[in-house]
């Protein structure tokens, strides 16, 4: 049994922004960030709505960066991924894939959230290469190009104004005729002329070599297939909460599988605590998880001095 002071599950933004904030203040951390540590952020290309960068950064070198600096002030960082929480109050045991076990005072939770993807052919393939699941990611590298979107809440509405602003063309392709957005939204991108609607529509297929030519819809009422040429394809259809394995715990999550947490990131259990995408429901962004992370950090740190 490996005792610390403070397990964090997750080494994307939010989980070393935690460790950052806890370590200096004289606790003990660890980060449980599995064989890959570094969330959603590895496979975005390019970044260019973190501060700090005067010109765009790579995923993979922002966290490359955040890991060294947890480390340089004293983190250790695991590449053991955390299966199991056990207990209702101080100490925590957590349990490893590897069969390892750790005593804690605290956990926080960052495990993250992975998009939803529609799971269609030539998807994967072009990821980074005109699929893209952050508008507000790559939306700028489509400048002057046409895009689709795909989705019918309010994520994807406004993906849709967002590229509409250097998008001579957006196509917002929706399952349904009826919306999950809000009516504001819908009337505004409604009244968008570089903005059309193709309803009752999917993806089939995604079309390109080493980059998106075009998307195969299906009309889901005719079954009537059409080819709609494209340079860029932004998938809106939610997010997957990195929360099954706590389903088992004391843990309350809600019924989308986000962790349920308060204004400090605390979550039901008194001293285990949540930050970053899986414990958010709208704004999945990396400034956004690091802030979240920053408050679990500090309100982890308290509680560890409070029960020492």
Partial sequence: ??????????????????????????????????????????????????????????????????????????????????????GEKTPFI????????????AVIIAAGASARWLGVSGEEKLKGHGVSACATCDGFFFRGKEVVVVGGGNTAFEDALFLSQFCPKVTLVHRREGFRADAVTVEKVKNTPNISMMLNCVIDEVIGQEKVTAAILRNVKTQ???????????????AVPQTDWLKESAVKLTENGLVQVDAHQQTNVSGIFAAGDCTEPEFRQ?????????????SAASFINLHR
């Fill in 224 to 238: 009537e297939k059409t080819t709609l040429s494209c340079d860029g394809i932004f998938v809106a259809v939610g």
């Fill in 94 to 105: 957590l349990t490893a894939e590897s069969g390892e076990q750790y005593e804690s005072m």
């Fill in 286 to 298: 990396a400034i956004v998880a690091a802030g979240s992370g920053a408050k679990a950090g500090i």
């Fill in 1 to 86: 049994m490996i005792k610390t002071d403070l397990m964090i599950i997750g080494a994307g933004p939010a989980g070393c922004s935690a460790a950052i904030y806890a370590v200096r203040s004289g606790v003990k951390t660890m980060i449980a960030g599995g064989a890959m540590p570094g969330g959603q952020l590895l496979q975005t290309n390019d970044l260019e709505n973190y501060p700090g960068f005067e010109n765009p950064v790579g995923g993979f070198e922002l966290m490359t960066a955040m890991h060294k600096q947890c480390k340089r002030l004293g983190v250790e960082i695991l590449t053991d991924k955390i299966v199991k929480i056990e």
